[in-house]
């Protein structure tokens, strides 16, 4: 009768061990992927204010560039190409946010 208890006992504990650490792994692993996505979400509003600011650059020197020239054919030219170079840089990864050209 006794020998039941303690082995019931012993189990019981063993389980209650077991799940503890089971609960601090899943804790763990939560904490590391909330972690994780914390730091891509600040790379990204990195990112996205880099592309902004290239943005707001390209879109000055257009406006420059059409107030300088004569043309309009070539004024629209010098503008879409600009607006090309904004969305190819809103898909591409940065590798350098100070790169403005």
């Keep these: 009768m006794w020998i039941k208890t ?3 006992i012993l189990v019981g504990i063993a389980a209650v061990v077991l ?5 601090g792994l899943i804790a763990v692993v939560l904490i590391w992927f909330w972690n994780h996505g914390r730091y891509k979400m600040g790379l990204m509003e ?7 600011r290239y943005s707001v650059h390209r879109a000055k020197k257009a406006l420059k ?5 004569p043309l309009l054919k070539e004024a629209m030219n010098f503008y ?3 607006v090309k170079k904004i969305i190819k840089r809103f898909f ?3 590798n ?6």
């Design 80 to 82: 879409w190409v600009s």
């Design 92 to 94: 591409t990864k940065n």
């Design 19 to 23: 799940l503890l650490l089971g609960v």
């Design 65 to 69: 560039k059409i107030e300088r020239s």
């Design 46 to 52: 990195k990112e996205l204010e880099g592309d902004v």
């Design 6 to 8: 303690i082995v019931f």
């Design 96 to 101: 350098h946010e100070d790169n403005e050209t």
